[in-house]
């Protein structure tokens, strides 16, 4: 099963309509709630990422029955130092997003822990690539 999600940077209130939709899929599934709870946190925070760091994106989903392939594609600025940019606590979050709740800097450290897989790719100016892949 393959769908895609558009995201607007900015557009925090609709952040986490992906995961929710996802979270659903997954369940009639049947897979299992641990896997859920784990991809759906993973794929937020980087649906989010995009809201609070990038202009726009494209979440693509390919749903399998053994495994979770979610690739976000974004135009943003790019992320200059992804090593630094995993640490925890590290974030370049805005004044204003900070105010909104988001912004801890705990989003790629949770993606990590969340993920079987993780790989990002990145090209300053031009965007950002995510790739996730959980296992059931
Ligand atoms: N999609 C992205 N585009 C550009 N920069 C990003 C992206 N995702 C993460 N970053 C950078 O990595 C930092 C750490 O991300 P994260 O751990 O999610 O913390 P937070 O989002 O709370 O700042 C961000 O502050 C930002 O500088
Ligand atoms: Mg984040």
Do not use: C, W
């Not at 609709?14 to 794929?43: C, D, F, H, W, Y």
């Amino acid at each position: 099963m393959n769908f895609e999600f558009n995201v607007d940077g900015g557009d925090f209130t609709n952040a986490g309509s992906s995961s929710s939709t996802v979270k659903k899929l997954m369940k009639q599934l049947g897979v299992s709630p641990e896997i859920v709870k784990r991809t759906v946190v993973a794929l937020y925070e980087a649906e989010v990422n995009i809201v609070a760091h990038a202009n726009k994106g494209t979440i693509f989903v390919e749903l399998e029955e053994d495994r979770i392939h979610i690739r976000l594609v974004d135009s943003g600025q790019g992320i200059p130092d992804i090593e630094q940019a995993m640490q925890k606590g590290f974030s370049t979050a805005s004044v204003l997003v900070r105010e909104m709740g988001f912004g801890a800097g705990m989003g790629l450290p949770n993606i990590k822990a969340n993920s079987d897989h993780l790989e990002i790719t990145s090209e300053i100016g031009k965007g950002t690539t995510v790739d996730i892949i959980n296992y059931f």
